[in-house]
């Protein structure tokens, strides 16, 4: 059975640096002092990450325009998003965002970093929200309902059943997944190839509980990496035709997403 690739990262902590939401948290919400209070209550296991997560949210307000301004002064992008970005386009490799985030939020800010049409090529997957014109409700729509909120392994899942279901049975695609911390735990157990940004919380669980993975400081890590993957396909193949793992129409998330649906 042939395999594709499909790329898949995290948003907070891995193509930025900063977390979002603890920039709005910190500057219009709960604070700084609070919301290490509050991680600290999801570290221990004493409160879930969707309840802590809905009383910061529910702690903001400000208007989103006053809000996006913060966080386009204090978010630093991966120095080689861009480039690895750029080069799963060239190469076909469909590329997903897989979030805990809000979607309106996320879409602004890779609008604002890399522009709207790069921004247009990436699908986002994540919590939606409601957040009022005022700023005085910043409300989360949960994706699934579970104590995570959004749970990716869930979603990784749902795309590979349906890319099953979909693809032909020589087109089974490779699940890339690139995260750093938390809320990225579950899936360490569901992607076919795992990268883990190096110090943090998702490399400590994949050492600790035996997960393979990858670990890199920037995306030129990843990017080498995957590169090295296509090689050895192109080997196998003789060097005809695309490299077996990469599949351009492996792109489900885009369908899957259209739909109307809260497990799709």
């Given at each position: 059975m042939?395999?594709?690739?499909n790329?898949?990262?995290d948003?907070?902590?891995?193509?930025?640096m900063q977390?979002?939401?603890h920039?709005?948290f910190?500057s219009?919400?709960c604070?700084?002092?609070?919301?290490a209070?509050?991680?600290?209550?999801?570290k221990s296991g004493e409160?879930?990450?969707?309840?802590?997560?809905?009383?910061?949210?529910?702690s903001?307000?400000?208007?989103?325009?006053?809000?996006?301004?913060?966080?386009?002064?204090k978010?630093?992008i991966?120095?080689?998003?861009?480039?690895?970005h750029k080069?799963?386009?060239?190469?076909?490799?469909?590329?997903?965002v897989?979030?805990?985030?809000?979607?309106?939020?996320?879409?602004?800010?890779?609008?604002k970093?890399?522009?709207?049409?790069?921004?247009?090529h990436?699908?986002?997957?994540?919590n939606?929200?409601k957040i009022a014109?005022?700023?005085?409700e910043?409300?989360?729509?949960?994706?699934?309902?579970?104590?995570?909120?959004?749970?990716?392994?869930?979603?990784i899942?749902?795309?590979?059943?349906?890319?099953?279901?979909?693809a032909?049975?020589?087109?089974l695609p490779?699940?890339?997944?690139?995260?750093?911390?938390?809320?990225d735990?579950?899936?360490?157990?569901?992607a076919?190839?795992l990268?883990?940004?190096?110090g943090l919380?998702?490399?400590?669980y994949?050492?600790e509980?035996?997960?393979?993975?990858?670990?890199f400081?920037t995306f030129?890590?990843?990017q080498r990496?995957?590169e090295?993957?296509t090689?050895?396909?192109?080997?196998k193949?003789?060097g005809?035709?695309?490299?077996?793992r990469f599949n351009?129409?492996?792109?489900?998330?885009?369908?899957?997403?259209s739909q109307q649906?809260?497990t799709?």
């Amino acid at each position: 059975m042939r395999m594709k690739s499909n790329s898949s990262p995290d948003f907070d902590g891995t193509i930025f640096m900063q977390d979002t939401g603890h920039i709005l948290f910190d500057s219009h919400g709960c604070g700084s002092e609070q919301r290490a209070i509050l991680d600290e209550q999801i570290k221990s296991g004493e409160r879930s990450f969707r309840d802590v997560s809905e009383e910061m949210w529910s702690s903001l307000n400000v208007p989103f325009e006053d809000g996006f301004a913060v966080m386009e002064k204090k978010l630093e992008i991966d120095p080689d998003f861009r480039e690895f970005h750029k080069y799963c386009l060239a190469n076909d490799i469909p590329f997903n965002v897989i979030s805990a985030g809000l979607k309106p939020v996320l879409r602004a800010v890779l609008d604002k970093f890399l522009g709207e049409e790069d921004s247009s090529h990436i699908e986002i997957v994540a919590n939606d929200a409601k957040i009022a014109p005022d700023g005085s409700e910043w409300k989360p729509i949960w994706r699934h309902d579970t104590e995570l909120g959004h749970d990716k392994a869930r979603s990784i899942t749902e795309y590979r059943e349906s890319a099953k279901t979909a693809a032909s049975t020589d087109e089974l695609p490779l699940i890339v997944f690139i995260g750093d911390g938390v809320s990225d735990l579950p899936a360490a157990r569901e992607a076919d190839v795992l990268f883990a940004r190096k110090g943090l919380r998702l490399e400590e669980y994949c050492v600790e509980h035996k997960i393979p993975y990858i670990g890199f400081d920037t995306f030129a890590d990843v990017q080498r990496e995957i590169e090295k993957i296509t090689e050895e396909d192109v080997k196998k193949t003789g060097g005809k035709g695309k490299p077996v793992r990469f599949n351009p129409r492996a792109n489900f998330w885009r369908r899957l997403s259209s739909q109307q649906s809260v497990t799709r």
